[in-house]
């Protein structure tokens, strides 16, 4: 059974960084895209960032010159920076893959990020 394992969420000011990391219990190369969605409470699980196995990347208008989404696949593990961030950016940030053969869908556990002063 794949296992996706997100961390590195946590409490930040209005303008401040984090980085999350989403690890793959297995070679990330087994999967063909992957991104990062988050849950606002009240609101619909939105696609913030995705990366192709080959590297190219697509973000969301709202996040777009802030986040960085990479992987790293000698690690397992896939990431995403959140720079100047906002009050708008607090939800549940949830890392999802797919399979490269089975086509497949992955969902993590989900990491808190809030932005608050």
């Known amino acids: 059974q794949v296992q996706l394992v997100e961390s590195g969420g946590g409490l930040v000011q209005p303008g401040g960084s984090l980085r999350l990391s989403c690890a793959g219990s297995?070679?990330?190369?087994?999967?063909?895209?992957m991104a990062w969605y988050r849950q606002a409470p009240g609101k619909q699980r939105e696609l913030v960032a995705s990366?192709?196995?080959?590297?190219?990347?697509n973000y969301a208008d709202s996040v777009q010159g802030r986040f960085d989404i990479s992987r790293d696949d000698a690690k397992n593990t896939m990431y995403l920076q959140l720079n100047s961030l906002k009050p708008e950016d607090t939800a549940v940030y949830y890392c999802?893959?797919?399979?490269?053969?089975?086509?497949?869908?992955?969902w993590g556990q989900g990491t808190q990020v809030t932005v608050s002063s």
């Open positions: 297995r070679t990330i190369l087994g999967f063909s895209d």
């Open positions: 999802h893959a797919v399979g490269r053969l089975s086509g497949t869908g992955y």
């Open positions: 990366i192709t196995r080959g590297g190219n990347t």
